[in-house]
């Protein structure tokens, strides 16, 4: 299956500040990748659908300006949360489409102080 | 809509011994795909398990076999002979109606499988 790169695995940031997440699809052409976010102890919760070359389709009650996602080329999908405050602390993951399956990235924890 | 069950919260199993994970799912399709992830504390998914719809066998995968019935629409999943690296969440999905790459997975809310030595 794809091989899919995330990074940061982890990171730290000041309430206001705006923190970016990169997902890589290393040895296959990503047309389409997903970004969910997950709380403690709960399931995955998608929170959009991302295209290459076009604007990323978000699910109701994610704020667009508020997770901005860039998918600019086939390897690579930006997730940059903008203005970040604590409760956007959280984990953050991505995943590719390949054929019948999906490959996710190792993830991203991001705390918010 | 399409929807997934997963009603147990959380699983305790003895080492060496096997172990079924529940999963029931909604849909009004006739062609769909359902999966099983494993999540350990370091949050990556891992693919564990995949089933068709139109498959006749149920899917196998080393210790890892689904037990899909269809006209009941469950699709659990069975751990042989647990380690206590099993010790994870462990989800069920289901690929939604429709064509294309867009297709999202519908996810359940999990089951935490814990591995007593």
């Known amino acids: 299956g794809a091989v899919v790169s995330q990074h940061p695995s982890w990171v730290i940031c000041k309430s206001g500040t705006s923190v970016k997440i990169e997902c890589r699809s290393l040895?296959?052409?990503?047309?389409?990748m997903f970004w969910y976010r997950q709380f403690p102890k709960q399931s995955l919760m998608l929170m959009a659908t991302s295209n290459e070359g076009s604007k990323a389709t978000y699910e109701q009650g994610v704020e667009k300006d508020k997770f901005l996602i860039n998918h600019a080329s086939l390897t690579l999908s930006t997730l940059t949360v903008t203005s970040a405050h604590p409760e956007d602390s959280s984990f953050y993951i991505c995943?590719?489409?390949?054929?019948?399956?999906?490959?996710f990235g190792s993830g991203t924890r991001l705390t918010v102080v | 809509a399409q929807k997934i069950t997963q009603t147990q919260p959380g699983m305790f199993v003895q080492e060496k011994e096997a172990v079924t994970l529940d999963c029931t799912y909604d849909?009004?399709?006739?062609?769909?795909?359902l999966f099983w992830y494993k999540q350990p504390s370091s949050g990556e998914m891992i693919f564990l398990i995949y089933?068709?719809?139109?498959d006749e066998q149920n899917a196998t995968e080393g210790r890892y076999s689904l037990n899909f019935q269809k006209a009941r629409k469950s699709a659990n999943l069975v751990i042989s002979a647990s380690q206590l690296g099993d010790s994870a969440m462990y989800f069920c999905?289901?690929?939604?109606?429709?064509?294309?790459?867009?297709?999202?997975?519908?996810w359940g809310l999990g089951t935490s499988l814990a591995v007593n030595p």
């Open positions: 999905a289901m690929r939604e109606l429709g064509a294309g790459n867009n297709r999202k997975l519908i």
């Open positions: 849909t009004s399709d006739q062609s769909y795909g």
């Open positions: 089933q068709g719809s139109y």
């Open positions: 995943s590719v489409r390949q054929g019948l399956g999906y490959t």
């Open positions: 040895d296959f052409q990503a047309t389409t």
